[in-house]
C-alpha cells in the first residue's frame, strides 16, 4: 500500500473534526485529538453505523474530496467526490448513500465492502481507517456531565468499544474471538434478542469491520458464534467467512445496510446439545433400526459426507419398502430430503415441513448439522401460545376496567399526546397513562402501590412487545408467571 496521509484530528468549537494533514504513517498511528464533547456522537459507538456524512460532519472529509477505488486484478481506478451532503458521486453523475453501492456499481454489480475499497485520493487512507478515527475520538470524550448513572452507562459502552477493537484486531492476524451468543449480547447489556437489540449489536459489528459466524441472530442463545472480519476487496484471506456463505447479515453488511428482522429461523430451533446422528448410505437395516430405536427416531439422516446428505430412513419409508418386498434392502429405504440453510425462516420452511414431517438443516460451514420435525414446530408455537393467550386476556380485562370506570374524555387527558380516539383501540402504553395519571388512581381506589402497580405494568408491556414481534427465544418462565400473576390480580379487583 502507498503512503498514507497523516491525519491531526481537533474538535473546534463547532464540535467538528479538523484535519491537517501530511505525508507519513499511518494515521492510526499519528492522531491527536482535542475535546469539545459533541454528546449527539455518543450513539457511533453505541448502536449506530457510521455513515459518510458522519466523516463530512466532522471535518475528516470535505465536500468534493475525492476517493478512488481499484478493484482487484485491475489496472483501472475509479474516482468519485463526496459530495456535501455526504453522498458518493461516480464520475457519471450517479449518486450512492453508502461507499458499498458505490463500490458495487463500478464493479460490475458485485457486492464490495466498501469502507476497505474506497480511500482519500489515489494513496490516502481508507475510509474504514477514518472511521476508526472517529470512533476512537467519540470514545475517547468526556461524558459532559457529573450524573452517576451517566458516567456508569459511558464506562459500560467505552469497555465494549475496547472489547470491539481488541476482537478486531484478533481477527485481523487471525486469531478470531468466539463466544456464545448469550455471552455476545450481554456485553451490550441484553439478556434476550429482540429487533431492537440485534440492529445495534449488527451497528457496532459493523462500525468495527465484523460479523459473526454463524449470523448470532439465526442461532440458539446457547451457541458459540466467532467474530470475524469481512472480506476485503480481492482479499477473501483476511476473513473467517466460509466462501459461498450468504447469510442475511453478510449481505447487509457487504451492501452497508441495516440487516433485516428475519424472525425466527430454523438454526433457531436446533438444540446445541443434540448433534445430527446419521448413518452411511453402506449401513445395515438392522444398524439403523437399532440407532433409530434406542434414539426413539422416527426420521435419520444417511450422510455420504459431513456436507452431502444422500436422503432420510424413516418408519414409513422402511414399512412401504418391505411391503412391497420382504427381503428389500436399505437402499430401496432411503427417500430424497430437503434440506435448507440454518438461517431460513422457520415460515419459508413451514410447507416442507407440513409434507414431508422433516428437513435437515445446513450449517454456515455447509455441513449437514440438524434435523427439524414437525414436533418441533409444534413446540415452538406452544412455547409462544401461552403467553400469547395471557396477554391476550390481560389486554381484554384492562380495557374492560378503563372503560366501566373512566368516561372517555377523563382516558384522553390522562393519554395527553397519545391520540387516544377510542376505547376498542386502546394499546398497552395508554393502558399505562391511564392507570398511572394519580388522579385516575384515586378514582380506581384500589389498596395497592400505584407506583409498584405501574412498574410490573411496564415489564408486562416489554413482555408484550417481545410475544408480538415473535422473538426468537422462548419468554422466560419467570414472565409468563409474571403474566399469570399480573391477570390474576386485575381480575380479583375488576369486578
Not at 429482540?194 to 446457547?222: W, Y
Not at 456463505?245 to 428482522?261: F, I, P
Not at 411391503?323 to 440454518?342: C, E, G, N, Q, W
Request: hydrophobic residues 40%; contains cysteine; aromatic residues 6%.
Amino acid at each position: 500500500m502507498g503512503s498514507l496521509t497523516r491525519i491531526t484530528v481537533r474538535f473546534d468549537q463547532r464540535s467538528h473534526f479538523r484535519p491537517s494533514t501530511s505525508v507519513g504513517r499511518s494515521p492510526l498511528e499519528q492522531t491527536e485529538v482535542t475535546h469539545e464533547p459533541p454528546r449527539r456522537r455518543h450513539p457511533l459507538i453505541n448502536g449506530r453505523r457510521v455513515r459518510v456524512w458522519d466523516l463530512l460532519d466532522a471535518g475528516m472529509l470535505d465536500p468534493e474530496q475525492v476517493i478512488s477505488y481499484r478493484p482487484p486484478y485491475s489496472d483501472l481506478a475509479h474516482e468519485a467526490v463526496i459530495t456535501k451532503r455526504g453522498r458518493i458521486k461516480l464520475a457519471d453523475g450517479r449518486e450512492f448513500n453508502t461507499p458499498s453501492g458505490a463500490a458495487k456499481a463500478v464493479n460490475s454489480g458485485r457486492n464490495v465492502h466498501g469502507w476497505y475499497a474506497w480511500r482519500l485520493d489515489t494513496d490516502g487512507p481508507f475510509l474504514h481507517e477514518l472511521r476508526r478515527l472517529l470512533l476512537q475520538a467519540v470514545a475517547d470524550e468526556p461524558s459532559g456531565t457529573d450524573e452517576p448513572e451517566d458516567a456508569v452507562v459511558r464506562e459500560a459502552v467505552r469497555r465494549r468499544f475496547d472489547m470491539l477493537n481488541e476482537a478486531s484486531r484478533r481477527a485481523e492476524v487471525g486469531d478470531p474471538m468466539s463466544l456464545t451468543v448469550r455471552e455476545l449480547i450481554r456485553l451490550w447489556g441484553f439478556e434476550e434478542r429482540d429487533r431492537d437489540t440485534s440492529q445495534q449489536i449488527d451497528a457496532d459489528l459493523a462500525n468495527h469491520g465484523l460479523v459473526t459466524v454463524p449470523d448470532f441472530r439465526a442461532v440458539t442463545l446457547d451457541r458459540t458464534v466467532t467474530l470475524v472480519p469481512l472480506p476485503a476487496p480481492g482479499d477473501e484471506s483476511r476473513s473467517g467467512v466460509p466462501v459461498g456463505h450468504d447469510s442475511s447479515t453478510l449481505q447487509a453488511e457487504l451492501t452497508d445496510e441495516a440487516s433485516a428482522d428475519i424472525g425466527v429461523t430454523l438454526g433457531n430451533l436446533l438444540s446445541n446439545d443434540e448433534p445430527l446422528v446419521s448413518v452411511s448410505p453402506s449401513a445395515s437395516l438392522q444398524e439403523v433400526i437399532t440407532i433409530m430405536l434406542l434414539n426413539d427416531f422416527s426420521q435419520l439422516a444417511v450422510l455420504a459426507a459431513p456436507d452431502e446428505l444422500y436422503g432420510a430412513v424413516s418408519w414409513k419409508s422402511i414399512a412401504q419398502a418391505q411391503h412391497a418386498d420382504r427381503d428389500a434392502s436399505l437402499s430401496t429405504m432411503i427417500t430424497p430430503a430437503k434440506v435448507f440453510d440454518y438461517d431460513v425462516r422457520l415460515l419459508d420452511a413451514i410447507a416442507d415441513l407440513r409434507r414431508e414431517e422433516f428437513v435437515f438443516v445446513r450449517d454456515f460451514d455447509g455441513k449437514i448439522t440438524g434435523i427439524i420435525t414437525a414436533a418441533d414446530v409444534v413446540q415452538k408455537y406452544d412455547e409462544t401460545a401461552a403467553p400469547f393467550l395471557l396477554i391476550g386476556e390481560i389486554d381484554q380485562e384492562l380495557r374492560r376496567l378503563i372503560q366501566n370506570t373512566f368516561d372517555l374524555e377523563t382516558a384522553q387527558q390522562a393519554c395527553a399526546g397519545k391520540n387516544l380516539k377510542s376505547f376498542d383501540h386502546m394499546t398497552m402504553g395508554q393502558y399505562q397513562s391511564v392507570i398511572s395519571d394519580p388522579e385516575c388512581w384515586q378514582i380506581l381506589g384500589w389498596p395497592l402501590d400505584r407506583i409498584v402497580f405501574i412498574k410490573r405494568l411496564d415489564q408486562i408491556r416489554h413482555i408484550r412487545n417481545k410475544v408480538m414481534h415473535f422473538n426468537p427465544d422462548p419468554v422466560k418462565p419467570t414472565d409468563v408467571h409474571r403474566l399469570r400473576y399480573f391477570l390474576d390480580l386485575i381480575r380479583t379487583f375488576n369486578t
